[in-house]
């Protein structure tokens, strides 16, 4: 069995992505586990970012502390929301990318497309810094 792809006890294939969200200040903080990966992965993140965009949140922190991989189909995942939130007037930033995932979006170039924070609270008080600023 390979190590990508995790088996439940029945036989079936368990999704590799494990999205968890709160809400800090205003700020929906969504936290993902594991790989964003072609399949159920990249849908599951897609649905939930369309899902926060529905309910009218305007400020989304995506932490990305403990995602192993990401494919093309995961960075796609990724500009999607991101236009989509900039349409809806909404915000997405990025927070807590690991060092291989930090280079694979320098060579991307999409490290110029989103804003991207060292910590959760940074992230967090950019949005109270960027509201402050409008004022």
């Known amino acids: 069995m390979s190590p990508r792809y995790p088996f439940v006890g029945d036989g079936g294939i368990t999704m590799s992505l494990k999205i968890t969200s709160s ?13 964003i990966v072609l399949g159920e992965e990249s849908t599951a993140l897609r649905e939930k970012l369309k899902s926060l965009n529905a309910a009218g949140k305007q400020k989304i922190v995506l932490n990305m502390a403990e995602i192993d991989y990401i494919d093309s189909s995961g960075l796609g995942a990724l500009v999607a929301a991101h236009l989509s939130a900039k349409t809806a007037g909404a915000s997405i930033c990025l927070c807590n990318l690991g ?6 979006m320098q060579l991307t170039k ?5 804003d991207v924070y060292d910590t959760e609270a940074a992230a967090v008080a950019s ?6 600023a409008s004022n």
């Open 127 to 132: 949005f109270s810094a960027s509201r402050a």
């Open 99 to 104: 060092k291989k995932f930090h280079d694979v």
């Open 23 to 35: 809400e800090v200040e205003g700020v929906s903080l969504v936290a993902l586990n594991g790989r």
């Open 110 to 114: 999409l490290i110029t497309i989103f």
